[in-house]
């Protein structure tokens, strides 16, 4: 009989409730920093080290333990992308006064868990056989086996994050100084505006997605505000009778700026975001059947084998039982939504959304091998699921159905929440592969962190929705959480039923997307490592130029530190400095995220948005504008090793 070795200890007491805390922390970190700037980043390494560190305090642990912690902890970041992407759109459009909280649990746990199901038979496939690279489980594995000196890591993540939540509370709660350092004039006709946000949570997402991604989220910006905006003002702003009257008030070059891109601009990012989404699915579909008939194959071929620990999965069985368990109540509550929904529309919105969760969950589990869970089509494969559902939704019910854009977006939050889990379930898992870890532990594991993360979402977002507002600037909350992606889904999900949707813009985006997607391909055809995925760009056109201005600044300061880093001759020097890169930047995120969720405390108390305030920025954004520079060399050094060897 063939032996099998039996790994160390794994889903541990101490692993799972430092697991269940880290994704509760990090599902409230990531939430805030996507309503913040609509981008979110993978939180496995910094809960890899956080792990390691806290472990290490007890006298026995192993890195398997480890492993398990991060898988469960990165959970919560991955489920409130889903989240905070889809379910503000129910607030901003006045379809909920607040966030639910059974609705959102139900809505968040359930999409996350059939995420979990969705990528077990593509497990063998996609990281066994075909070997796809998943370059931040790589870097998880790589950090989890030199975990020599984990307290040191730590330091340097803490030390970020006092950074980052002491900013925040200088700047937000304190007054001292302005959130962004904007100018804009009017070049003849044309309104010309320049500016950039003054966090370091930006600068530190810039510095992990690196100077691709952020140059190509810059470039959209440019795209949008050097060049659309200027251009519309001067040839189309008397076709818009509001932003016609408003020109002719005199307001300052930086409010109509904001106007045309609030009511116009922003909507090449649509259809650009559209036509990325349907490209994804249509150009990995060869591979996706592959990977899903390769992976039940496999499974019906070990059915009588004993396998090792390494190899098992959950078993197939219940993975399909799982899944048809989970569509009941999802059934159900598609019913319950209003009078209007009959059980025929609410067996079209169930059907719907698993078909379409299990291909968008394939393909962000797919996505996540190429280019890694933070730079995953979310956003695009949602609107794509929105803009499908609506459809259907208004063949069915008709345009005058005022409940069919919630319906949509209900659909679309099953789908994102699926999705964003999917890709970074197979990036733990890929972790797990090369750790030797079970598979089936960790996506137990998974499935505690996405329920983990789900019990404090609406809690979470009712404290920031209550404190700074979201999507639509008010009297109360005159700057609110931009909460973009919502914004977007929510103009998709109205626009089809009947609202005014800039329908011209979305399709000039959607060409805008075809050309950015040739220009990929060519450079693919080439090898160059140099790529444009089209989402990245469009979320620089629907996201305000000062928030694309500090994300492209953390990817030069990214690739000037990696070019230091080359010039090493010792590769684990050159390994540990970026180790320690990432974890400044990781913790200077989370900080300031943080921070931002405890100062929403007292103001709710309170109801006055300025209870901390000492001041009103006397001196405007100069003060913020030194200390990013102070953020900038410190996030640079630390990169370079130069903060400790």
């Not at 305090?57 to 919560?76: D, H, K, M, Y």
């Not at 994050?161 to 804009?184: D, H, I, R």
Request: hydrophobic share 55%; glycine share 12%; proline share 5%.
């Amino acid at each position: 009989m063939q032996e099998v070795t039996v790994p160390p200890p794994q889903l541990t007491i101490k692993a799972i409730v430092l697991s269940v805390l880290l994704a509760a922390l990090l599902a409230g970190a990531n939430a805030y920093l996507g309503l913040f700037a609509g981008m979110t980043v993978s939180a496995s390494i910094p809960a890899a080290v956080i792990s390691m560190g806290v472990l290490s305090l007890f006298r026995r642990s192993n890195i398997l333990e480890n492993n398990i912690v991060q898988t469960g902890a990165s959970a919560g970041e991955s489920l409130a992308a889903g989240v905070i992407f889809t379910l503000p759109a129910l607030v901003i459009m006045n379809y909920w006064p607040a966030f639910d909280y059974g609705w959102v649990l139900v809505i968040a746990g359930l999409g996350g868990l059939l995420g979990v199901l969705f990528t077990i038979p593509l497990r063998r496939s996609l990281i066994v056989e075909e070997g796809l690279t998943f370059p931040e489980g790589i870097a998880t594995a790589e950090v989890l086996r030199v975990g020599e000196n984990p307290k040191r890591g730590l330091g340097y993540l803490m030390g970020a994050a006092l950074a980052g939540g002491l900013t925040k509370l200088a700047e937000t709660g304190l007054g001292l100084w302005n959130s962004v350092a904007q100018t804009g004039a009017y070049m003849s006709k044309a309104a010309v505006y320049g500016g950039a946000n003054l966090s370091p949570a930006l600068l530190s997402v810039g510095y992990i997605v690196g100077i691709n991604i952020a140059g190509l989220v810059f470039a959209g910006g440019v795209i949008a505000w050097c060049l659309a905006i200027p251009l519309y003002s001067v040839f189309f702003l008397e076709t818009h009778p509001e932003l016609a009257a408003l020109a002719a008030k005199g307001v300052s070059a930086v409010d109509l700026a904001y106007a045309i891109w609030s009511s116009e601009v922003r909507y090449l990012g649509v259809g650009a975001m559209l036509v990325g989404g349907l490209w994804a699915l249509f150009s990995m579909r060869r591979s996706l059947a592959t990977g899903l008939h390769g992976g039940l194959r496999q499974y019906a071929g070990h059915r009588d084998k004993v396998l090792s620990p390494a190899e098992r999965d959950i078993p197939m069985q219940w993975v399909l039982q799982g899944i048809l368990l989970l569509l009941v109540p999802l059934f159900f509550l598609y019913h319950s939504i209003h009078s209007q929904v009959t059980l025929g529309i609410s067996l079209t919105m169930t059907l719907v959304m698993v078909i379409a969760g299990f291909l968008f969950a394939s393909v962000a589990a797919y996505m996540a091998g190429l280019v890694g869970s933070s730079n995953n089509p979310i956003s695009g494969v949602t609107i794509a699921t929105i803009l499908f559902s609506s459809l259907a939704l208004l063949w069915l019910m008709g345009s005058e159905a005022a409940i069919g854009p919630m319906a949509a977006i209900l659909i679309g939050a099953v789908v994102a929440c699926a999705a964003a889990i999917a890709g970074d379930n197979m990036q733990d898992l890929k972790a797990g592969y090369l750790v030797g870890a079970t598979p089936w532990k960790q996506q137990l594991m998974q499935g505690i962190g996405v329920l983990s993360s789900a019990l404090v979402m609406a809690p979470i977002l009712n404290l920031l929705l209550k404190a700074y507002g979201m999507g639509v600037p008010t009297p109360e909350h005159p700057t609110p959480l931009l909460a973009p992606q919502a914004t977007l889904m929510a103009s998709v999900a109205e626009g089809v039923f009947g609202a005014d949707l800039p329908w011209k813009m979305v399709g000039l985006g959607a060409l805008m997307g075809g050309a950015i997607i040739g220009v990929d391909t060519w450079l693919s055809a080439r090898g160059s490592s140099w790529r444009a995925p089209v989402l990245a760009v469009a979320v620089g056109v629907y996201l305000p130029l000062n928030l694309s201005v500090p994300i492209f600044i953390g990817g030069l300061i990214a690739k000037a530190a990696e070019g230091v880093r080359h010039r090493l001759g010792d590769l684990e020097r050159r390994e540990r400095y970026r180790r320690y890169g990432l974890l400044v930047a990781a913790g200077l995120i989370t900080g300031e995220a943080l921070a931002g969720i405890l100062m929403a405390i007292p103001i709710v108390i309170t109801g006055n948005r300025e209870v901390l305030a000492l001041a009103q920025a006397p001196w405007g954004g100069l003060p913020g504008l030194v200390v990013m520079g102070v953020i900038a060399w410190g996030l640079y050094r630390a990169a370079c090793g130069g903060l400790g060897k």
